[in-house]
């Protein structure tokens, strides 16, 4: 079991860019994965980013190319690099983690974190 905390989150104009940070503690050893969902009202949740152990990176489409996630196994944190927001990356984020990152294609997680609001609007 872990511990996660997310924070960076907050309000941008289409075409900025925020940085979320998740640290992890408790058992990091189960934190093979660590991933970034998100989810706003009335939509389903949605993965948006993994990063494994070894830095090996997934992404959904729609986020390819705007955003980079990655790690720091010796502060037990992960990141998440926003760049070219768009109305529609408004969400609240999720960091989780899980042994492996097939989790993430399953949108399923072992642990959460209580999420971090974005909100990219004119």
């Known amino acids: 079991q872990v511990d996660l905390l997310e924070s960076g989150g907050g309000s941008v104009q289409p075409g900025g860019s925020l940085r979320l940070s998740c640290v992890v503690s408790?058992?990091?050893?189960?934190?093979?994965?660590m991933m970034w969902f998100r989810q706003s009202p009335g939509k389903e949740r949605e993965g948006v980013a993994a990063?494994?152990?070894?830095?090996?990176?997934i992404y959904a489409d729609s986020v390819k190319g705007r955003f980079t996630v990655s790690r720091d196994n010796a502060k037990n944190s992960m990141y998440l690099e926003m760049n070219n927001l768009k109305s529609e990356d408004t969400a609240t984020y999720y960091c989780?983690?899980?042994w492996g990152c097939g989790s993430f294609y399953l949108k399923r997680a072992d642990s959460w974190g209580q999420g971090t609001q974005v909100n990219v609007s004119s």
């Open positions: 408790g058992d990091i050893y189960s934190a093979y994965c």
């Open positions: 989780a983690t899980s």
């Open positions: 990063i494994d152990m070894d830095g090996k990176t």
